[in-house]
């Protein structure tokens, strides 16, 4: 066999291998998913050249660039590799299967930097982003240590679904604030996430929450003692914040609604 005609092959099939769900077809054609024109654009516009220029410099017509960047045609295997060494970003990346330019991916959880291990020093001379970075870092520890005990994968997967879309719409509001960043940097558009879809997709969250940890009771099963003494000699220090926490939200939406 023709060596040419095998290394190709043989690329062609480690590619397919590592973008799992991506077909590559013999043609060339990719099947992308719709991260790679929004990435794709977004790199463009972050080098700060027009389309006119960036598909000169690509090999392409501005047609067909603005085909690939509003995701009307799927480009070969070759465009992508030229498109990567031009934004010099990793194919990974520019499919939208990592957040890290240069394709690292995290594979394992001792891969994952933990912030609360940081040391005691202040974030950027706030005080009180430090003070709150901590309440919430030692109280979640707590939170999800009683999950794992519980062991049920459904709930975990709840709270953290729940807690991740309360960091991203904290992190889209400063993001968006003053008006001059492009949110198709998001895969929800700016209509739906004022008009309160994340926070529908909270409470969808929070039901599947509840359901799991009601299913935990009708199946018997065991909860971990919940009790001060217990929480306090199992999470020494970490527990107080935890407290804090309970309390100052408490008096807050109690005064809120005039509850209290």
Same mark, same amino acid.
């Given at each position: 066999m023709n060596f040419s005609l095998l290394f190709v092959i043989s690329t062609l099939y480690l590619y397919t291998l590592f973008t799992k769900r991506r077909k590559c077809y013999m043609? *060339?054609? #990719?099947?992308?998913?719709?991260?790679?024109?929004?990435?794709?654009?977004? #790199?463009? =516009?972050?080098?700060?050249? /027009? =389309?006119?220029? &960036?598909?000169? $410099?690509? %090999? !392409? /017509? =501005?047609?067909? +660039?603005?085909?690939?960047?509003?995701?009307?045609?799927?480009p070969g295997l070759a465009f992508v590799v030229k498109a990567c060494d031009y934004?010099?970003?990793? &194919?990974?990346? !520019?499919? *939208?299967? @990592?957040? /890290?330019? $240069?394709? @690292?991916t995290i594979f394992d959880v001792d891969s994952l930097p933990d912030a609360s291990q940081d040391r005691d020093n202040i974030l950027h001379g706030s005080v009180m982003a430090t003070l709150s970075k901590k309440l919430l &870092?030692?109280? !979640?520890?707590?939170?999800? $240590?009683?999950?794992?005990?519980?062991?049920?994968?459904?709930? !975990?997967?709840?709270?953290? $679904?729940?807690? %991740? +879309? &309360?960091?991203?719409q904290i992190f889209r509001h400063l993001y968006r604030a003053d008006g001059t960043r492009n949110e198709d940097f998001f895969a929800l558009s700016s209509r739906s996430f004022l008009m309160g879809a994340p926070q529908a997709e909270m409470t969808f969250c929070e039901l599947d929450y509840v359901e799991a940890l009601d299913e935990h009771v009708r199946e018997k099963g065991e909860f971990p003692n919940m009790g001060n003494e217990a929480l306090t000699r199992n999470y020494p220090g970490q527990y107080q914040s935890l407290l804090q926490i309970i309390h100052t939200t408490g008096e807050r939406i109690a005064k809120r609604s005039g509850s209290k």
């Amino acid at each position: 066999m023709n060596f040419s005609l095998l290394f190709v092959i043989s690329t062609l099939y480690l590619y397919t291998l590592f973008t799992k769900r991506r077909k590559c077809y013999m043609e *060339g054609v #990719l099947v992308m998913n719709p991260d790679f024109s929004r990435s794709l654009s977004l #790199l463009r =516009q972050e080098k700060g050249v /027009s =389309q006119r220029s &960036a598909a000169k $410099d690509l %090999g !392409i /017509s =501005q047609a067909l +660039l603005s085909h690939y960047e509003n995701g009307l045609r799927e480009p070969g295997l070759a465009f992508v590799v030229k498109a990567c060494d031009y934004y010099n970003v990793s &194919a990974d990346f !520019i499919l *939208g299967r @990592t957040l /890290s330019r $240069d394709g @690292t991916t995290i594979f394992d959880v001792d891969s994952l930097p933990d912030a609360s291990q940081d040391r005691d020093n202040i974030l950027h001379g706030s005080v009180m982003a430090t003070l709150s970075k901590k309440l919430l &870092a030692n109280s !979640i520890s707590v939170l999800f $240590d009683l999950l794992g005990k519980l062991g049920r994968r459904d709930a !975990i997967k709840a709270a953290s $679904d729940y807690l %991740g +879309l &309360a960091v991203y719409q904290i992190f889209r509001h400063l993001y968006r604030a003053d008006g001059t960043r492009n949110e198709d940097f998001f895969a929800l558009s700016s209509r739906s996430f004022l008009m309160g879809a994340p926070q529908a997709e909270m409470t969808f969250c929070e039901l599947d929450y509840v359901e799991a940890l009601d299913e935990h009771v009708r199946e018997k099963g065991e909860f971990p003692n919940m009790g001060n003494e217990a929480l306090t000699r199992n999470y020494p220090g970490q527990y107080q914040s935890l407290l804090q926490i309970i309390h100052t939200t408490g008096e807050r939406i109690a005064k809120r609604s005039g509850s209290k």
